[in-house]
């Protein structure tokens, strides 16, 4: 996780994340961001979370730092892989020293390095653009402009993954600029907004994938989505207990049906992210980038 120095409205990525606000008053948002950011590295590590903190740099300005889920993902193989991303800020945000900190600590055999496609102006935010089925090596992806079909495929071919494409939009018909808003992935699980995926065939599609590897659905609507429902994380705690992550407003927008579904399965962390969610248009998926390599 980044911790934040310069959180603010990035004017360069406004045009394709309808989920952006612009704050009337900038100057309180760092410092608003920053305590939430706080909260949650302090809720997790309660919870048995082992978190490795990083501070953002002062420069080169980065409003979106607290998102390195979109520049980084990292592998039981191994391999670390680096995205290519649309926002020129935002590839800012790639940095060696951290890729250094992680290999003092972790096995890592291979770093691939995608952002060469920058220079064709395709990308591929990371687990922001895909949302990954590890256990069974799917990745599946809503097409939108941060969300380039070639680049995904290189990533699927690189990382022995299969890829399972589709269109999503939001209520004015615009492409939801990252698949994990709309949907979340857990084991035994997955979340998503089923209405955004427009096409009955690429809809049939994704359900069937869930079905052949025994994923049980929870469907969220479009409202919900939009209250961040969809940007969750599951993870496991140091004494192996499942908890999945989300915002308060996600939370405070699914019903009680949907809440004990979930249970099921994890037990739900939430956190008070509104400053985040509003001016950053991300949630508490996007601040995370889990960590899968092997220990030393």
């Avoid at 939430?36 to 490795?52: R, T, W």
């Avoid at 290999?103 to 496609?117: A, P, T, W």
């Avoid at 997955?190 to 809809?203: G, K, N």
Wanted: contains cysteine; aromatic residues 8%.
């Amino acid at each position: 996780m980044i911790r934040p120095v310069n959180f603010g409205y990035n004017e360069q990525t406004a045009s394709s994340n309808a989920f952006q606000s612009k704050p009337e008053i900038q100057t309180t948002v760092q410092d608003e961001a920053l305590k939430e950011f706080d909260q949650l590295v302090e809720k997790l590590q309660k919870e048995g979370i082992n978190v490795s903190v990083f501070s953002d740099t002062i420069t080169p300005p980065t409003p979106d730092s607290i998102f390195p889920n979109n520049w980084i993902s990292t592998h039981h193989d191994g391999t670390i892989f680096l995205y290519p991303m649309q926002a020129e800020n935002r590839r800012q945000e790639r940095r060696a020293d951290l890729l250094e900190r992680l290999q003092l600590d972790f096995e890592v055999s291979k770093i691939v390095d995608l952002s060469f496609f920058e220079k064709e102006e395709k990308f591929l935010e990371g687990t922001g653009s895909m949302v990954l089925d590890r256990q069974h090596h799917i990745a599946y992806a809503c097409i939108s402009p941060r969300t380039d079909p070639e680049v995904l495929r290189q990533f699927c071919q690189l990382a022995n993954y299969q890829c399972v494409t589709f269109n999503a939009t939001d209520s004015q018909g615009k492409p939801i600029y990252h698949t994990n808003v709309m949907m979340c992935m857990g084991e035994n699980f997955c979340t998503i907004c089923l209405d955004s995926i427009t096409d009955f065939d690429e809809r049939t599609t994704v359900m069937e994938s869930f079905l052949s590897t025994g994923k049980e659905v929870v469907q969220i609507t479009r409202e919900q989505m939009n209250c961040f429902a969809g940007n969750m994380l599951q993870l496991k705690n140091t004494q192996g207990e499942d908890l999945l992550i989300m915002s308060s407003s996600a939370y405070q927008s699914l019903s009680r049906p949907q809440k004990q579904q979930l249970e099921k399965f994890c037990r739900i962390v939430s956190s008070d992210l509104h400053t985040i969610e509003k001016i950053g248009g991300g949630s508490a998926r996007c601040m995370i980038a889990e960590i899968h390599l092997p220990k030393k």
